[in-house]
């Protein structure tokens, strides 16, 4: 994985994870815990409402795809990527920031812009495809 894909990986996790979370608004696991106690820790966080999906959780599997992506032989690191990611996702839920459902579905997407986006790319060069983009006054 070159800085580039690394790069694009991360810029499309966090475009598409931040856009989702303004949208969706979802509140965090511990807000159940602020309407009893308005006082508690974290009730005045900026991003109670952000939840869905993990950031965590996104950006760990992208760095995991991206690890496994690697057409060098990673058949040890892959596994030990994903156990790493997965245990970032069981630790958001465990620390009551997330439900498992914001895990799942930002593991999702960073396993797609880690792993499925590298290759896409990869395709593209293979077969001399080429995306270009102008700007002109």
């Known amino acids: 994985a070159t800085i ?14 931040t856009s989702l979370k303004t949208l969706i608004g979802r509140e965090r696991a511990y807000g ?14 900026g991003y109670r409402n952000e939840s869905f999906p993990s950031g965590h959780a996104s950006f760990a599997f992208t760095g995991a795809g991206l690890i496994c992506s690697l057409r060098t ?3 040890v690191l892959c596994p030990i990527g994903l156990g790493v990611a997965a245990l970032t996702g069981v ?3 465990a620390g009551n920031q997330h439900y ?4 799942v579905a930002g593991a999702a997407i960073g396993w797609v812009s880690g792993y499925y986006l590298p290759q896409w790319r990869s395709d593209e060069r293979a077969v001399g495809y080429q995306m270009s983009f102008a700007l002109s006054p």
Request: net charge negative; with cysteine.
């Open 100 to 103: 498992l459902s914001d895990v």
């Open 4 to 17: 580039v894909t690394f790069g694009t990986s991360s810029w499309v996790t966090g475009i598409v994870t």
């Open 32 to 45: 159940v815990q602020c309407r009893d106690n308005p006082l508690g820790q974290d009730c005045f966080s």
């Open 73 to 75: 032989p990673s058949s």
């Open 91 to 93: 630790l958001r839920v």
